[in-house]
């Protein structure tokens, strides 16, 4: 089996054009493709890239972060919370293990919390403007680890 490590700088935005987040100034993006690192729409658009290239691509929210999930909103008794100050936007991350789902919080009535479990992302349609830097062949190593390895990627 082979495969391509495709390298990226990307700016990312909302369908109204809002900036959500760009690699542009540090690092690129250095995925293996078929691993599922990054977001399906994405990855579809990438295929058979070329350095230098430049795309556009409209994904959908439901191949991005998918849509909002309404059951993943709890209400929690402040008490449960690890900070006695707590704010509309405030992230906290549900477990110690890196990976544990991060919540924010939507709504702070009196002794109660509105947790959102939902990917921030969820239900947005986003809007990418992608420069490719680098395609070249995956090594042996990444295939087997299943993701890229160097500047970008992944760093044992
Ligand atoms: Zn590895």
Redesign the pocket.
């Known amino acids: 089996m082979s495969a391509n490590v495709i390298t990226f700088h990307y700016v990312l935005k909302d369908r109204e054009g809002q900036l959500i987040d760009s690699s542009q100034g540090g690092d690129p993006v250095a995925y293996l493709e078929g691993s599922g690192q990054i977001i399906e729409g994405l990855e579809e658009a990438l295929r058979d890239s070329a350095p230098g290239q430049k795309t556009e691509v409209d994904v959908p929210a439901e191949k991005a972060y998918g849509e909002r999930d309404d059951t993943l909103v709890r209400r929690v008794s402040r008490t449960q919370l690890p900070v006695d100050e707590i704010n509309v936007g405030d992230r906290f991350q549900t477990g110690a293990d890196r990976h544990a789902p991060i919540v924010t919080v939507i709504g702070v009535e009196g002794d109660s919390v509105l947790l959102d479990a939902n990917h921030p992302l969820a239900g947005v349609d986003l809007h990418f403007e992608v420069d490719v830097v680098d395609v070249r062949e995956a090594t042996p190593?990444?295939i087997h680890?299943g993701?890229a390895?160097g500047p970008g990627g992944?760093h044992?």
């Open positions: 190593d990444e680890h993701h390895h992944h044992h």
